[in-house]
């Protein structure tokens, strides 16, 4: 592995590594901060005798230009793949770009058109309504069920190690296969779900859980409609990542001291009382990071939505129909307004956050 | 007198019995169901979809046959996608690695201008919209006939993924002492040596761990599969195909098998190395 990276050769050249010189660099003299490890570099390749300038400085530099040198294949890449295309997004998002004429790339004749498109679209507002409760109860789901199935277990008991595999089976399988299943699951011919409701339970048509945008269900004679299909791919999402929300919490209260609940027990505090006062302070900041990452992915979750029901009966969020902009009607520019629409969303919810400071603690904890 | 304490206690066991009780049952069925459902004939899942459990003399595997047979013998080709899928999330694993291992050790040991910022960005960049990066990436890709390469996507998997592994090994980095670097550096060793004979094999257990979460994420991966290769057919990775088959009405004890397939990789791995693959969602979380 080489030391000294390409490219980076123009930074200035203060190593001096005469066996004096490191000797020097290692006494007691050194600027504050600077680590004794750092001073221990023999590096024997380098060239010798540069003549004795600002030794502790020059070991800085050597050790930026080091630091420099291997993060920046990350650097590069993320820069590439991530850091541009995302500053042409916004580019784009201001063309008059098809997909069919690409040749318009370097066209940078600025509309606003795209936007008119976009936020003048009839389904505009049933997007943004879809999305919203897409997200939101996801989230909410997501969470509460791995914070219920960390609490029950937290404690060790026989079988405890296989149920905590079986958990994050939904987790780690891959989405494709997932989808499949609960499209066969949820089938209205022949899907158990539906043959049990309808033999045993006694409905009276199978449901269209994946196709059906709304259906009507009597509860002693009080009838409601329910958006089926919307609720079905939330509990499909909940079901998905609930395990990482599980493994988050879990994780924080086995690292929770227990004298403090100890303590409660004692003054007499109950089961319930002990977790509202006790155990629920301390998991806020997990919990308020879950939550946070969990809209963020949710409200930008394609797959799901489109493998299972492909957007219809009412269930098309936004990435779906950033999807059907760029790839049914070929309108690069539209997508990417409404991509760019769509990370405003998110960069806010983050900013909330930071501003607030629950990511820092939660992170650095 | 029974106390308040008794009461909750009883209530709560109860409880956590039956919440623990559906939640193995909404996690394991699935999985079984498909597993169940793959080796029946259509006809006798049609004839009774809530017998689940097949009998001996219905067991047979000519679903897996026909989902894995090549189109010229009258099955859907799975088994040359696998190849694909393979060359996606190997070559993801190694690229990956190879970067964040350098990365993670600038980042825990030396000190560098924009350190920081660095840090910063990658958990931005790390919750970035995949649909929103795909737009842009589309583009460019289709103007440069990248589009439909495998290459295409292990790029896009390694931007993806390497932040959340330069972080990941970071904090296990931080756990390696450094007195034992300053060591091998006054018995003569550089930088490279060091990284190469003391830190990595002291951080192992959690490369392996990074890799596991990169090998998964790039085999489970659906929409940039989609977007980037839906044209070039013979370049499908086993997610994209089986999708596919959905779309084409295809029985649904071959689309069974084909999940099975698709799942067994993973849940193999899972089973392997639990433990590392949990040290590794837990520090990184997949993003979907």
Not at chain 1, 57 to 74: I, Q
Not at chain 1, 266 to 278: E, H, K, N, S, W
Not at chain 2, 42 to 51: E, G, N, R, T, W
Not at chain 2, 102 to 115: I, Q, S, V, W
Request: one cysteine or more; glycine letters at 8%.
């Amino acid at each position: 592995m080489s030391e000294r990276p390409p490219g980076l050769h123009d930074a200035p050249a203060e190593q001096d590594d005469s066996p004096q010189a490191r000797a020097e660099e290692r006494t007691p003299g050194q600027p504050a901060g600077e680590r004794p490890g750092a001073g221990a570099e023999p590096a024997p390749r380098r060239g010798r005798k540069r003549g004795g300038r600002r030794r502790p400085l020059g070991l800085r530099a050597r050790e930026a230009r080091l630091g420099l040198g291997l993060v920046s294949p990350t650097l590069v890449i993320v820069l590439l793949v991530v850091v541009l295309p995302f500053l042409w997004t916004i580019l784009m998002s201001f063309q008059r770009l098809r997909l069919i004429d690409l040749q318009n790339v370097f066209d940078v004749t600025l509309t606003l058109r795209n936007f008119r498109v976009v936020l003048g679209s009839p389904q505009l507002w049933d997007m943004v309504r879809t999305t919203l409760i897409y997200s939101i109860a996801g989230t909410a789901l997501s969470v509460g069920m791995g914070l219920l199935t960390a609490l029950a277990l937290r404690r060790t008991f026989a079988g405890r190690g296989l149920i905590r595999i079986a958990v994050l089976f939904p987790y780690v399988i891959p989405v494709v296969s997932a989808a499949l299943v609960w499209r066969t699951l949820l089938n209205p011919q022949f899907g158990p779900v539906n043959v049990f409701g309808v033999d045993v339970l006694g409905w009276d048509e199978p449901i269209g859980f994946l196709s059906e945008r709304s259906h009507r269900f009597e509860v002693l004679g009080i009838g409601f409609d329910l958006p089926v299909a919307l609720l079905s791919v939330i509990a499909f999402e909940a079901w998905k990542t609930f395990p990482l929300a599980f493994l988050f919490i879990l994780a924080r209260l086995q690292g929770m001291p227990k004298d403090l609940e100890e303590a409660a027990r004692v003054d007499g505090a109950t089961p319930l009382q002990r977790f509202r006062y006790v155990i629920m302070p301390q998991l806020a900041g997990v919990i308020a990071l879950l939550v946070l990452l969990r809209f963020i992915w949710t409200f930008q979750n394609f797959n799901d939505v489109y493998l299972l029901t492909g957007g219809a009966a009412g269930t098309e969020v936004v990435a779906v129909q950033v999807y059907n902009y760029l790839i049914n009607r070929n309108d690069v520019g539209s997508a990417a307004a409404l991509g760019l629409l769509m990370s405003i969303v998110l960069v806010t919810a983050f900013a909330f956050y930071y501003r607030y400071g629950v990511l820092k603690q939660e992170r650095d904890a | 007198m029974i106390s308040r304490e008794q009461v909750e206690n009883r209530v709560l066991g109860v409880g956590r019995v039956l919440w623990l009780a559906f939640i193995v049952v909404i996690c394991v069925v699935p999985l079984l169901y498909m597993l169940l459902l793959s080796v029946r004939p259509l006809q006798a899942v049609l004839s009774d979809p809530l017998d689940f459990i097949p009998s001996l003399e219905e067991l047979n595997l000519e679903a897996y046959r026909k989902v894995i047979a090549s189109p010229s013998e009258g099955g859907y080709g799975l088994l040359s996608f696998f190849r694909n899928s393979l060359i996606v999330a190997i070559g993801s694993v190694l690229l990956t690695v190879l970067f964040s291992v350098l990365g993670a050790y600038a980042a825990t040991r030396l000190r560098f201008p924009g350190k920081n910022v660095i840090n910063t960005s990658f958990f931005a960049v790390y919750m970035f919209p995949g649909i929103v990066m795909a737009i842009p990436l589309f583009v460019l890709f289709s103007r440069m006939g990248l589009r439909g390469e495998l290459g295409a996507l292990v790029i896009i998997y390694l931007a993806s993924t390497v932040p959340v592994c330069v972080y990941m090994l970071r904090n296990y980095f931080r756990s390696i002492p450094e007195g034992l670097e300053d060591a091998a550096m006054v018995d003569g060793c550089n930088r490279g040596q060091v990284i190469t004979r003391i830190v990595l094999p002291l951080a192992m257990p959690s490369i392996a761990a990074t890799s596991l979460y990169v090998f998964m994420i790039a085999w489970n991966e659906y929409l940039f599969a989609l977007l980037f290769l839906l044209e070039r057919r013979d370049n499908w990775t086993v997610s994209l195909g089986l999708a596919q088959l959905d779309d084409i009405s295809v029985s649904e004890t071959v689309l069974m098998a084909g999940s099975v397939l698709l799942t067994l990789p993973v849940i193999a791995l899972f089973f392997v190395a639990e433990r590392l693959l949990v040290e590794g969602l837990t520090a990184g979380a997949e993003k979907g």
